[in-house]
Antibody, heavy 123, light 104 residues
């Protein structure tokens, strides 16, 4: 059964960085894009970008360019999302989600989601 | 970038009633790549519908999606107690703002 399991909650000070992991199991990790989506408290869903686990290629939402870095380690079927220069408005739950298999369907649907990682930015 | 506008913001209904949720795109959605998700408090979103009208694995048939172009609808034929939640439409890099279905 396909599953994405994320790392635990983090508390960071403003200006710091955070790195969240997302471990895939039950399917071929390199066969599907991984997306990152965040949700601020009481707010809706915001797409941050994707990584192609096969090639390592990435595409980030314009809002997050220069602030987010997505990487992967295929040997352990794990994707990572690092967010830098944290501010209080980066406080949110961060989700990884499985996307499509090809570039034409990369974000057509997110069929499996991690459980979410709460990142709290506070001085 | 496509903007997705969901309506209504909140839908107050009783169990057993029919729910109709709307999602309007600011421009035509290519290949009808429009998906719907359900989210309950403290949980990750769950895929319900993809490609505008295809039910995801394990989703009950009381959930159905329709529409094309710029106008899409999620219908829940008879609300069960577990269906009260927030619903989001999604296209590529964009999510709608959500519709909350609450118990009347």
């Amino acid at each position: 059964q396909e599953q994405l399991v994320q790392s635990g909650a983090e508390v960071k000070k403003p200006g710091a960085s955070v790195k969240v992991s997302c471990k895939a199991s039950g399917y071929t990790f390199t066969g599907y894009y991984i997306h990152w989506v965040r949700q601020a408290p009481g707010q809706g869903l915001e797409w941050m970008g994707w990584i192609n686990p096969n090639s390592g290629g990435t595409d980030y939402a314009q809002k997050f360019q220069g602030k987010v870095t997505m990487t992967r380690d295929t040997s352990i079927s794990t994707a990572y999302m690092e967010l830098s220069s944290l501010r209080s408005d980066d406080t949110a739950v961060y989700y990884c989600a499985r996307g499509g298999r090809r570039v034409t369907t990369v974000a057509a649907k997110f069929d499996y989601w991690g459980q979410g990682t709460l990142v709290t930015v506070s001085s | 970038e496509i903007v997705l506008t969901q309506s209504p913001g909140t839908l107050s209904l009783s169990p057993g009633e029919r729910a109709t949720l709307s999602c309007r795109a600011s421009q035509r959605v290519s290949s009808n790549f429009l998906a719907w998700y359900q989210q309950k408090p403290g949980q990750a979103p769950r895929l319900l519908i993809y490609d505008a009208s295809s039910r995801a694995t394990g989703i009950p048939d009381r959930f159905s999606g329709s529409g094309s172009g710029t106008d899409f609808t999620l219908t829940i034929s008879r609300l069960e107690p577990e269906d009260f939640a927030v619903y989001y439409c999604h296209q590529s890099e964009t999510f709608g703002q959500g519709t909350k279905v609450e118990i009347k």
